[in-house]
């Protein structure tokens, strides 16, 4: 024990638009208060990018904000080592009197949630599956997807489950991935805003469990161009409001229920104008390429690792097995963004698509790459933007995605990620991989 005076703090922290979690830290002894008064934050704050410079903010040095955590999300992270144990909790923007603020991730989440209620009565399940790389030590050949190089990873792994688990996120698999150093965690589907916030914590605890054992793990989303990328795979599904699951037809020819079909629907048609909070950062299209298992076209695959949803294979012995561990993987997203912007903007569109019945295009499985123009046009199918700046100009342009974000947030936005972008000048693929490796 040591003889050092010390006072336990807790953290309270936001995802914010450089998909940072970032926050402050009190006395855990005054939680009780600072669940009703929340602690103080600056509106400038989400203009600081992942490169720590600042971009253009509207805000300057003026305003005031709190963050006030939510009891919720409240968890005992262990202490390990040298490391000392810390009182976590997520937590929410707001104006001093209370209302959410427009830039407050989680808080535009929970709007999207409600519009998801409001149209179709729909309760959202789902889960983040996360790839990351584990950047100091050497790769070697014949590691992918094997048991050496799983041993590698093991008790960084077995810390990271148990901290799962104290953090109420509920562990599913870890594996050695296909890429060099590469693994990957999954966790048991969640509901609403959790479904994110289990992401943000899982990233989280993959960073500290990595550090417990003298390891570095990096989420970017990509740190090779020769190579594959860090994908992260949103997979969702849907129970009514008496708890039945709502993404199964056992008469559709792959399964889809209307409501499935259709939010799906929606997230293909305006995958180009989401591309840029999805996909956010400079390096991010290099990973949505061809031939990379991520996506690069807005297709609807069936058991298809190419495309940009995905319909999941399940297995059980009944009808009703089935419904219940039916979902979809929307695997255009990478783990810059937010996940509460990235759920929140996937859930726009989802919801968009359940309003106008909007079919998705026919279920490809095959290499679209291949295909015409006149082949893609004809199939409802288009290249998605494969730069940052030009997924921000369709996002800029879109009258849709200002109807769901507000004209406030698109402005900020753009100027933030066009503040990131400015930071990489002159720099080649390979250079800016490295930034942005050391930067998630
Ligand atoms: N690494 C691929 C990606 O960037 C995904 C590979 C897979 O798990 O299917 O999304
Ligand atoms: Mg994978």
Not at 208 to 225: C, K, N, Q, V
Not at 234 to 262: I, Q
Not at 367 to 378: A, M, P
Not at 419 to 433: I, S, T, V
Request: net charge negative; aromatic share 8%.
């Amino acid at each position: 024990m040591s003889d050092i005076l010390n006072e336990p703090l807790a953290f309270v922290g936001t995802t914010d638009l450089a998909g940072i979690l970032r926050g402050k830290a009190f006395p855990t002894s005054e939680w009780a208060s600072r669940l009703v008064q929340g602690v103080g934050w600056t509106p400038t704050n989400v203009q600081i990018t992942c490169f720590e410079v600042l971009a253009e903010s509207p805000y300057g040095a003026l305003g005031d904000l709190i963050l006030v955590p939510d009891a919720e999300t409240r968890f005992q992270l262990p202490a390990k080592g040298n490391r000392p144990a810390l009182d976590f909790s997520l937590g929410d923007i707001g104006g001093l009197e209370g209302a959410p603020w427009e830039l407050c991730t989680r808080s535009i989440l929970k709007r999207a949630l409600a519009e998801l209620d409001a149209v179709a009565g729909l309760i959202l399940y789902g889960a983040f599956e996360h790839e990351f790389k584990l950047t100091n030590f050497a790769a070697r050949d014949g590691d992918a997807y094997s048991f050496r190089g799983f041993r590698t990873g093991q008790d960084m792994a077995e810390t990271l489950i148990a901290m799962m688990r104290q953090a109420g996120v509920r562990p599913d698999t870890f594996m050695k991935e296909y890429g060099p150093t590469q693994y990957e965690v999954t966790n048991a589907p969640a509901t609403g805003v959790r479904i994110a916030d289990d992401a943000a914590i899982l990233r989280m605890l993959t960073s500290e469990a990595a550090e417990m054992h003298g390891l570095r793990a990096s989420f970017a989303p990509i740190l090779d161009p020769t190579n594959v990328g860090n994908g992260v795979h949103v997979h969702l599904s849907f129970r009514d409001k008496a708890g039945a699951p709502a993404t199964w037809n056992a008469k559709d020819e792959h399964g889809l229920s209307d409501a499935a079909r259709h939010f799906i629907g929606g997230i293909l048609a305006h995958l180009d104008q989401i591309i840029a909070i999805l996909a956010p950062s400079d390096v991010s299209y290099l990973r949505l390429t061809p031939h990379r298992w991520s996506a690069a076209y807005n297709n609807l695959g069936y058991r298809d690792r190419e495309a940009a949803v995905r319909i999941c294979p399940v297995t059980g012995d009944s009808d009703a097995e089935m419904a219940r561990r039916f979902n979809f993987e929307v695997r255009a997203c990478d783990a810059a963004a937010s996940p509460h912007l990235a759920l929140a903007a996937i859930i726009f569109a989802g919801v968009e698509g359940i309003r106008g019945k909007i079919e998705p295009p026919a279920v490809t499985q095959d290499d679209v790459s291949l295909w015409s123009s006149e082949r893609l046009t004809k199939a409802g199918l288009t290249r998605l933007p494969q730069n940052l700046g030009s997924a921000l100009e369709v996002f800029e342009a879109s009258e849709t995605t200002s109807r769901w974000f507000g004209p406030e947030f698109k402005s900020v936005y753009c100027a933030h990620k066009r503040g990131e972008m400015a930071c990489l000048d002159g720099m080649d693929d390979n250079a800016k991989c490295a930034r942005y490796g050391e930067a998630y």
